[in-house]
């Protein structure tokens, strides 16, 4: 039986590596001059405009919980969702790599799924996690 390779693409928060399934639409952009909303879910920053769309900008290290300074310049990896765009906020953008296999981690409450790069240990931010977490569909 052939296993199927996954793609993901990397990115760091705190010096620390995380991976995101690959989307067709996933890309890095600069992301600053962000529009705050008022009375919002404190893990959205607000919103910025590329390429002829409005970007709901994603604060990662919230999600993930982990104390995190956010810079005045940042970049973020943007995907879409349902037809609309987000933005996670991240410190650099990384490579784009292909996988045979995904674990689990059983110990953590959230992010469970990891794949490993040369032995570490690499969570992985899923997509529909994040909103069903953010419960922005609702």
């Known amino acids: 039986m052939v296993k199927k390779q996954q793609k993901f ?3 760091y928060i705190n010096d620390e590596k995380f991976a995101m399934p690959l989307l067709g639409d996933s ?10 909303l008022p009375d919002v879910d404190n893990r ?10 409005i970007i709901t900008v ?8 982990i104390k995190y300074n956010l810079p005045d310049e ?22 784009t790599i292909k996988v045979n296999q995904v ?4 110990n953590k409450k959230q992010f469970k799924k ?16 994040i909103m069903e977490d953010l419960k922005i569909y609702d």
Not at 27 to 36: L, M, P, T
Not at 58 to 65: M, R
């Open 58 to 65: 994603l604060n990662t290290a919230k999600f993930l919980d």
């Open 74 to 95: 940042h970049n973020c990896l943007l995907f879409s969702f349902s037809k609309d765009f987000y933005g996670l906020i991240v410190d650099q953008g990384g490579e």
């Open 27 to 36: 890309q890095f952009i600069s992301c600053d001059k962000v529009a705050i």
């Open 44 to 53: 959205i920053t607000g919103l910025i405009y590329h390429g002829g769309n």
């Open 114 to 129: 990891y794949i490993k790069i040369n032995k570490q240990k690499v969570y992985i931010l899923e997509t529909d996690k």
């Open 103 to 106: 674990f689990t981690d059983r």
């Open 9 to 11: 693409i990397l990115f």
